[in-house]
Each structure stands twice: as C-alpha cells, then as structure tokens.
C-alpha cells in the first residue's frame, strides 16, 4: 500500500477514533446523569445534546470537560505505548497509531487554548463554569506547549526511525 492512502487511513481513523472518545465521554457522561437528549450529526462533527435545565452548573461542567480529559489519557496511554507501536511490522497500523496519537494530543488543547473563541465556545462554554476561562485557556495553553515538547523529542523521531528502518 502507498504513502498517501496509508496517510488518508491514518487521517481518517484519527478523526473517527477522536469522535468515538471525545464525544463517547460525553454520551456516557450524560447516560449515567439520565441527561441524554440525542445526538447531532454536524457536517463533519458530532454533537452531544442533553437536557441542560435539569443540570447542575457543575454536572455541566463536568460534562463539558470529560470529552477532552478523555482524549488527553487517550493521548498518554498512546505516548507510553509508542515503543511497542513502531515495533509493528504494519505500516498501515503505525500510519494509523500516529495520526491518532497527533489527534489525541493536539485537538483539544488547540481547540481549548486558541480557537474556542473563533468557534462559538463549544465546551468552553461549560469548562468555564468550572474554572474562569482563562486560567481554562491557560492550562489548556500549557499542556499545548507540554504536548508540542513530547511529540518533537519523543513521537516524533520513534515514528520517523520505525517508518525509516522497519519494513
């Protein structure tokens, strides 16, 4: 198999294994309260909706943070299993674990510290009836920078090697 499809496999197993963890905190999340209202099917996104009025604000926060708390262990599971990944003789499942791993460490973080502003809010929203929004941002800001430093002095050149040297 080629370089681009196992990059398109790759790109595409991230967003959905980003979606199935990211939002499954939520759906469980709002399972186990009895809050489930349905779920939205937004262009490329997916949304969680729950019956707010019969939240607390801290239930809401929590709900709201529970999506990114899950994607960052997600994330810290797949840095510690980085070894054992690249000794895999399947690029396919390498290209796969990398993009996922990118999405795990980066998404939230970006989307938390940088861009919920531009975005209407999101889980923000939320996070910040747990927090003040910018101590929020800037803890979301510091693990950015924490994930930036793994990802160059670590994810990075194990991938790089085992794509390089590993059939």
């Not at 939002?23 to 099917?41: D, P, R, S, V």
């Not at 926060?61 to 999506?67: A, D, E, P, Q, T």
């Amino acid at each position: 198999m080629n370089k681009q499809i196992r990059q398109y496999l790759g790109i595409v197993s991230a967003i959905l294994t980003y979606y199935l963890i990211h939002e499954g905190a939520h759906l469980l999340y709002a399972l186990w309260t009895n809050t489930f209202k349905q779920i939205h099917f937004k262009g490329l996104g997916v949304q969680i909706e729950v019956y707010i009025d019969t939240m607390t604000q801290y239930q809401l926060g929590i709900f709201c943070i529970l999506g990114s708390m899950a994607t960052l262990i997600t994330a810290y599971v797949l840095v510690l299993l980085t070894d054992q990944i690249c000794r895999s003789s399947s690029k396919v499942y390498k290209s796969c674990m990398y993009y996922i791993t990118i999405a795990m460490l980066f998404i939230d973080p970006v989307y938390l510290s940088i861009l919920c502003n531009m975005f209407g809010g999101g889980d923000m929203n939320g996070i910040s009836l747990l927090f003040p929004q910018s101590i929020a941002r800037l803890m979301y800001g510091g693990i950015l920078c924490f994930h930036v430093y793994v990802f160059r002095r670590s994810i990075l050149p194990k991938y790089s090697h085992s794509f390089k040297y590993n059939n």
